[in-house]
């Protein structure tokens, strides 16, 4: 059994997978880390024969709403009957006494997680506006979904939904800050005084499942161009879905910021959709209009460099697993400045 794999015991999950789903591992176990660490630490793991993708909180420093494994797992085997692509789910294990924390066990699925131009140029505009074009279909067809039709009536609580994202992600940043950030308090005290209502019915049309944190390589796409499942579902909710759109966006949008090859640059790639383009498409598929983005886009803004802060955090802790995380920390100001920014604009 391989034993480079930090926060996965093969033996012991090994013993306790055996438990939950007898006779499925036929030999002996191997582990290599697939995504390192920068948010939940996810692992492919094989026997030789079949193959298995455990996913558990990063090492170290975890804020106590963030890296839940218990939403990731109920969201997805919920989603399963829909047209949300998602992967099959096979276990998965509250007790933290286990692995050091809570994990869960999904089938792996083949494909591609786009994070780079130049792996979208390598395959031509044509295919690139393809994939830019379903990545915000699949982003639609799920806003479409009724929570309580998949079992997700309680999944969240969309009353109150935008006020307590802004407390929260406050609080995130209170929690692993490395150092004082007076434009990012200054962009959450403007965040604050301009939470919509959320009582009304226009606001209402918008409530539905939101996965927190959708973007390009947080999808699989095979290589025919479709996307084969939605993964990272770790901070899906029920909420505003337009949360969940302007996230999408300020990611495309990072390419024009500094440091933005932190996360990635994907929009950058010739054929990527425009921003207009992409929302002209989501109204049509979803079926309503965006209405007024200002608010959500400068909320996004902040969440994103507040989990970049959280990072950053993990790292200087020496708690990352992985390369790449010396300059996470760069990507936070650039981030604050373009909410401050978004606030004023639109």
């Not at 786009?114 to 393809?130: I, V």
């Given at each position: 059994?391989?034993?480079?794999?930090?926060?996965?015991?093969?033996?012991?999950?090994?013993?306790?997978?055996?438990?939950?789903?007898?006779g499925?591992?036929?030999?002996?176990?191997?582990?290599?880390?697939?995504?390192?660490?920068?948010?939940?630490?996810?692992?492919?793991?094989?026997?030789?024969?079949?193959?298995?993708?455990?996913?558990?909180?990063?090492?170290?420093?975890?804020?106590?709403?963030?890296?839940?494994?218990?939403r990731?797992?109920?969201?997805?085997?919920?989603?399963?009957?829909?047209?949300?692509?998602?992967?099959?789910?096979?276990?998965?294990?509250?007790?933290?006494?286990?692995?050091?924390?809570?994990?869960?066990?999904?089938?792996?699925?083949d494909?591609?997680?786009?994070?780079?131009?130049?792996?979208?140029?390598?395959?031509g505009?044509?295919?690139?506006a393809?994939?830019?074009?379903?990545?915000?279909?699949?982003?639609?067809?799920?806003?479409?979904?009724?929570?309580?039709?998949?079992?997700?009536?309680?999944?969240?609580?969309?009353?109150?939904?935008?006020?307590?994202?802004?407390?929260?992600?406050?609080?995130?940043?209170?929690?692993?800050?490395?150092?004082e950030?007076?434009?990012?308090?200054?962009?959450?005290?403007?965040?604050?005084?301009?939470?919509?209502?959320?009582?009304?019915?226009?606001?209402?049309?918008?409530?539905?499942?939101?996965?927190?944190?959708?973007?390009?390589?947080?999808?699989?796409?095979?290589?025919?161009?479709?996307?084969?499942?939605?993964?990272?579902?770790?901070?899906?909710?029920?909420?505003?879905?337009?949360?969940?759109?302007?996230?999408?966006?300020?990611?495309?949008?990072?390419?024009?910021?500094?440091?933005?090859?932190?996360?990635?640059?994907?929009?950058?790639?010739?054929g990527?959709?425009?921003?207009?383009?992409?929302?002209?498409?989501?109204?049509?598929?979803?079926?309503?209009?965006?209405?007024?983005?200002?608010?959500?886009?400068?909320?996004?803004?902040?969440?994103?460099?507040?989990?970049l802060?959280?990072?950053?955090?993990?790292?200087?802790?020496?708690?990352?697993?992985?390369?790449?995380?010396?300059?996470?920390?760069?990507?936070?100001?650039?981030l604050?400045?373009?909410?401050?920014?978004?606030?004023?604009?639109?």
């Amino acid at each position: 059994m391989t034993e480079d794999t930090p926060g996965l015991d093969l033996a012991v999950f090994r013993r306790w997978y055996d438990d939950q789903r007898p006779g499925e591992i036929a030999g002996d176990l191997s582990a290599q880390v697939i995504a390192g660490g920068r948010s939940n630490l996810t692992y492919e793991v094989t026997d030789g024969t079949s193959w298995w993708i455990v996913r558990r909180p990063p090492l170290g420093h975890v804020q106590a709403t963030a890296h839940d494994m218990g939403r990731e797992y109920t969201a997805m085997s919920a989603l399963v009957p829909t047209e949300v692509p998602v992967p099959t789910t096979y276990a998965h294990c509250d007790d933290p006494d286990v692995l050091g924390a809570p994990f869960y066990v999904m089938e792996r699925v083949d494909g591609t997680a786009y994070r780079r131009a130049k792996q979208l140029a390598a395959l031509g505009p044509e295919r690139t506006a393809a994939i830019g074009g379903r990545l915000i279909d699949v982003l639609a067809t799920l806003h479409r979904v009724d929570p309580a039709e998949v079992g997700l009536a309680e999944f969240g609580r969309p009353d109150g939904f935008l006020e307590r994202q802004v407390r929260r992600w406050g609080k995130q940043l209170e929690g692993s800050k490395t150092r004082e950030h007076p434009d990012a308090e200054e962009l959450h005290r403007r965040l604050t005084a301009r939470v919509p209502a959320g009582d009304d019915a226009d606001a209402q049309q918008y409530v539905g499942i939101v996965h927190g944190d959708y973007r390009l390589d947080n999808v699989l796409t095979g290589a025919d161009d479709e996307i084969k499942a939605v993964v990272d579902w770790e901070m899906a909710t029920l909420g505003d879905t337009r949360t969940d759109v302007a996230l999408m966006l300020v990611y495309d949008r990072l390419a024009s910021l500094p440091s933005a090859g932190l996360v990635s640059d994907v929009s950058t790639a010739p054929g990527y959709p425009g921003t207009d383009e992409l929302l002209t498409r989501y109204a049509a598929t979803v079926g309503r209009d965006l209405g007024d983005m200002g608010f959500h886009l400068g909320l996004a803004y902040f969440k994103l460099a507040v989990i970049l802060e959280g990072i950053n955090f993990r790292f200087l802790q020496g708690q990352t697993v992985g390369e790449g995380f010396d300059q996470i920390g760069a990507g936070f100001d650039p981030l604050i400045q373009a909410g401050l920014a978004a606030l004023e604009r639109d």
